[in-house]
């Protein structure tokens, strides 16, 4: 919330320069639970226990914002400004289309506003409750392949326990309200006294028409696409559909990353892992018991642990199957 933004071209440069350059925060949380029965004042009740809950950060593989690059006129990065048929917010409590607009039908003549027109359209409203919303996308995760394989890789080390493995991204939609006190009070403390208190429930309905949206404005950061490529072959032309990663496949990042996944899934690590080194190489049992890069792995290791305990847990080492539900 900066008042400056009420000014339609600091709105633009802002969007322009910052929010559609920066890419969003996707990441795999991998996290790994079992349930367990407890006796409380002589009755048993059913808790969840967390064993393990990994994040991986995935923004240092998405594209870099820009013209196509690749020499196919493709690119991992586009924006895309609504057009007078998407139907979105359009300055309104609603979504809606442009007036006399259905669908792919155009039957009206209403201007097609670019980014720029937008902003001016969003500082000109005279509405003092309104949100401008920069919406910023990463498709192109083979979100199954991931979670295929890490789930096989947990379950080598015989944990019996649940497993759930999801693509959340952080700052996907960033919102800039209009500087008004009832904005300021509602990304403040002070909106968790409506929670506590039920206000909510009166306020929330009223918010709702009261304030206008706006999301005409999408950016695109692709893990991966798809593009045609011409081949010459034997007796004429072949168009074949060709796979491009923006950084690195989703094999690939696994590959990397599977060692690191493995260790702090052993040592049932809470929190992001992201940073953690990734060229540690996973130890072989040799036949008098010892492993082989045995230095590396336990340096990976003994950090892992100290870290847990620093956080009031003690390091995990699993015996034949660990994290069953238990009753």
Not at 159 to 188: A, C, M, Q
Not at 212 to 222: D, N
Request: net charge positive.
């Amino acid at each position: 919330m900066d008042e400056r933004l009420d000014d339609p071209l600091n709105l633009f440069y802002y969007v322009q320069n910052y929010l559609q350059v920066v890419p969003p925060n996707p990441g795999v949380r991998i996290v790994g639970y079992h349930y367990q029965t407890v006796r409380r004042q002589n009755k048993k009740e059913t808790e969840r226990v967390t064993d393990f809950n990994i994040m991986l950060r995935l923004q240092a593989y998405l594209p870099k914002a820009g013209p196509p690059r690749d020499g196919q006129g493709k690119t991992g990065w586009d924006t895309h400004v609504a057009g007078n048929s998407d139907k979105v917010y359009r300055g309104s409590w609603r979504p809606t289309r442009a007036a006399g607009y259905q669908r792919s039908i155009e039957v009206g003549d209403a201007p097609q506003h670019d980014l720029e027109g937008w902003c001016r359209n969003y500082c000109a409203s005279k509405s003092k409750l309104k949100i401008f919303r920069v919406t910023r996308n990463v498709p192109g995760i083979d979100q199954d392949f991931i979670r295929q394989h890490i789930e096989h890789l947990i379950r080598s080390t015989h944990y019996r326990g649940h497993i759930t493995i999801t693509f959340p991204i952080d700052e996907k939609h960033v919102d800039l309200y209009s500087p008004h006190w009832i904005n300021r009070w509602r990304i403040s403390w002070i909106r968790f006294i409506f929670y506590f208190t039920f206000l909510w429930i009166i306020t929330w309905p009223i918010l709702f028409f009261m304030t206008k949206y706006w999301t005409v404005y999408q950016v695109t950061f692709r893990f991966s696409w798809w593009y045609k490529q011409r081949q010459e072959v034997e007796g004429g032309t072949m168009i074949r559909d060709v796979k491009r990663w923006a950084v690195i496949s989703e094999k690939t990042w696994f590959e990397k990353h599977k060692a690191l996944i493995r260790s702090l899934v052993l040592n049932k690590f809470q929190g992001d892992a992201t940073h953690m080194p990734t060229d540690v190489q996973v130890a072989e049992r040799s036949r008098d018991g010892r492993s082989a890069n045995m230095d590396a792995v336990n340096l990976l290791q003994h950090s892992v642990d100290a870290l847990n305990m620093l956080q009031g847990r003690a390091p995990r080492i699993p015996n034949e199957g660990w994290g069953a539900d238990s009753s």
